[in-house]
């Protein structure tokens, strides 16, 4: 009877003297996966223009319908999105808007701390789903 | 004045063993928390202070700032009392563990320190030591079966019977298992019951090890650890007796609680373990450090097993417990009384 007993303590032992797994997280960030779906990014082109063209497509798949475009155009004609927001409160960062948009113009980052003390400012508009998230996490491990 | 200064020297001494044990207990918690963060590969609290040093004190101030309730439907003298009968009979049997020789006093105070028992380290080396603290100790389970009755709240109520039944049934476990020590060292005072012990070979240990094995079961089911502790069952419980209290009172009986812990490791050495008795260190190191091994062996327990099932505490109690603590008392007279006879 007491052998069991003697093999459960010496068991509990051995994970007393192991590395400990805990992550003290504001202090030590975890690392997520490379296909992290964290906040949206506007990606822009080498010259600095926003790649969206205002096609609607990721307004139109979104199932929580939480992207609102109004679309614009330049003088030459090239459409772009005169006001592109992102209701981060009704996202559930599926994903389906970076799928359905024809040129990669909206990407998830791997940021995952964007929570905020008020609502408002969970309303992202264009030009902060323009700048890459602050700040950004560095992926060391590959996920599967 | 003549009169009245040794009794302020032993009031001093007690003030000091009361001052000394409740910051052990203190730590002790942070103690409890760190080893079972560990066994469960975690860290533990290390925010407040350095190493987390400072936990303790933070909750001491978290529990007494929280609002103080007391049930409307409760029997509020008894629900005061309860607490307060838990941490005085946890507190008192201190007064008789040995924890050195000699405090090396007498050239301070004169004959005075002999006296007034002052020299010794211990508050009081009373030569029923062992009946003191069976006696002390088994008025403590009045706070835990009072506290819970007073609370005029079913959890509450079960809690206390359990503890009640719990405490019969090992109560005559845990006497049973230190007769064979008393019988080996033939009195009932702790001091003399180290004394006994004066070389690691006739520790009581080696020489009643079924008697130790008895006593450490029976003493975590007094103590209400965790195989045993059926009475603040969280799950099925939700916390036993303590469950309607908050504030200090239940701080009390936390404080209760660990002394015990701390107190049942100290007998342990005392009893089993040689005391304060060890080479080179001073005496009160060896006795701590046993005490504390002790304490690390209780919450190693703690993080080890499940929690026993209730009927099944009981048959351990009166069908096993019981039978074999007979047995070794009868074993142990036997084999001592030929040993008398034909050896010694």
């Not at chain 1, 296909?35 to 990606?43: C, D, E, F, I, S």
């Not at chain 1, 006001?83 to 113009?105: H, N, Q, S």
């Not at chain 2, 002390?136 to 609370?151: D, E, H």
């Not at chain 2, 009160?284 to 929690?307: D, H, M, N, Q, S």
């Amino acid at each position: 009877m007491l052998i069991p007993l003697l093999q459960g303590l010496k068991l509990t032992f051995s994970y007393l003297l192991k590395k400990k797994v805990t992550l003290q997280y504001p202090d030590e960030k975890w690392d997520v996966a490379p296909r992290w779906r964290g906040r949206h990014v506007l990606t822009r082109h080498a010259s600095g223009k926003i790649k969206c063209v205002a096609c609607m497509l990721c307004a139109t798949v979104c199932p929580a319908d939480c992207i609102y475009i109004e679309a614009a155009a330049e003088p030459d004609g090239r459409r772009y999105p005169g006001r592109y927001e992102i209701d981060l409160t009704r996202c559930i960062f599926c994903g389906y808007c970076v799928e359905a948009c024809p040129k990669e113009a909206i990407e998830m980052s791997t940021a995952y701390e964007i929570s905020e003390y008020s609502r408002g400012n969970l309303l992202y508009d264009k030009e902060r789903l323009m700048e890459p998230p602050t700040p950004r996490y560095e992926l060391k491990k590959k996920a599967g | 004045m003549e009169s009245a200064f040794p009794v302020l020297l032993v009031l001093i001494k007690t003030l000091l063993v009361i001052v000394a044990v409740l910051t052990f207990v203190a730590y002790l918690t942070l103690l409890e928390r760190k080893v079972l963060g560990w066994i469960q590969v975690r860290i533990g609290p290390n925010r407040v202070g350095p190493w987390g040093l400072l936990q303790p004190l933070a909750d001491g101030a978290k529990l007494l700032l929280k609002e103080e309730i007391t049930v409307s439907a409760a029997n509020t003298a008894v629900y005061i009392v309860a607490p307060l009968i838990v941490v005085v009979c946890a507190l008192i049997p201190f007064g008789v563990i040995p924890f050195a020789k000699g405090l090396g006093l007498e050239n301070v105070l004169g004959p005075v320190a002999n006296r007034f028992d002052l020299n010794t380290g211990v508050v009081a080396d009373i030569n029923l030591g062992i009946l003191y603290i069976f006696g002390i100790s088994s008025l403590g389970v009045y706070g835990v079966i009072l506290g819970g009755w007073a609370s005029n709240s079913k959890y509450s109520l079960l809690g206390s019977i359990r503890a009640a039944a719990q405490m019969i049934s090992y109560e005559l476990g845990l006497s049973l298992s230190v007769i064979g020590v008393l019988m080996l060292a033939g009195s009932l005072s702790l001091v003399n019951i180290v004394e006994a012990q004066d070389s690691v070979w006739k520790w009581f240990v080696f020489r009643q090890p079924l008697g130790f094995i008895l006593f450490l079961i029976a003493g975590s089911a007094e103590i209400a650890r965790t195989p045993f502790d059926l009475m603040e069952c969280e799950n099925e419980l939700v916390a036993g007796y303590q469950t309607e209290y908050s504030s200090m009172k239940f701080g009390l009986f936390y404080l209760g609680e660990y002394a015990h812990l701390l107190f049942l490791s100290s007998l342990m050495t005392t009893l089993f373990f040689g005391g304060w008795q060890g080479p080179i260190l001073p005496p009160i190191f060896w006795f701590l450090g046993k005490t504390f091994f002790f304490v690390f062996v209780f919450v190693w327990i703690r993080g080890t097993y499940p929690r026993l099932r209730y009927d099944r505490v009981m048959q351990f109690g009166w069908k096993t417990l019981l039978p074999v603590g007979l047995l070794n008392v009868m074993a142990t007279a036997f084999v001592y009384t030929l040993w008398l006879k034909y050896v010694g």
